[in-house]
C-alpha cells in the first residue's frame, strides 16, 4: 500500500505563486508514474500533470503550460508541482496520485492506482 501525502496548498492572490509537494511513503518511488489532477465544488476531478519514473517525459494539460511545472526528487520520494500566474479558475482540491503501469505518463485519472487527500488551493483577491 502506498500513502501520499500533499502539502503546500493556500490561499493565494491571482498572479501568484504556490508550490505543492507530495510526499510518498513508498520504496522504490521510481516504481511509480506520478501525476496532479484537481477538483473544483460541483466538477469532476481533472488532470493537472505528471511525470514518468526518471522525470524526463513530462506532461500537462493545456490550460497549464506554460505556468505549471511538475518535477520529481527520486532520492527524497518527492513530486511537486510549481504553480505560477494563478488565476482564479485554478481553484480546486489538488490531489496527487501514483501509477504504478509501466510507460509514458497518462492524464486518465483511471489509471492511477493510489491518491492522496488533498490540499485546498484557493485563488482568490
Known amino acids: 500500500q502506498v500513502q501520499l501525502r500533499e502539502s503546500g496548498g493556500g490561499l493565494v492572490q491571482p498572479g501568484g505563486s504556490l508550490r505543492l509537494s507530495c510526499a510518498a511513503s513508498t520504496r522504490p518511488f521510481t516504481t511509480y508514474t506520478m501525476g496532479w489532477f484537481r477538483q473544483a465544488p460541483g466538477k469532476e476531478r481533472k488532470f493537472v500533470a505528471a511525470?514518468?519514473?526518471?522525470?524526463?517525459?513530462?506532461l500537462y494539460t493545456d490550460s497549464v503550460k506554460g505556468r505549471f511545472i511538475i518535477s520529481r526528487d527520486n532520492a527524497g520520494n518527492t513530486v511537486h508541482l510549481q504553480m505560477n500566474s494563478l488565476k482564479p479558475e485554478d481553484t480546486a482540491v489538488y490531489y496527487c496520485?501514483?501509477?504504478?503501469?509501466?510507460?509514458?505518463?497518462?492524464?486518465?485519472?483511471?489509471?492511477?492506482?493510489?491518491w492522496g487527500q488533498g490540499t485546498q488551493v484557493t485563488v482568490a483577491s
Open positions: 496520485a501514483a501509477d504504478r503501469t509501466f510507460g509514458d505518463p497518462s492524464r486518465r485519472y483511471t489509471e492511477y492506482d493510489y
Open positions: 511525470i514518468n519514473r526518471d522525470g524526463h517525459s513530462l
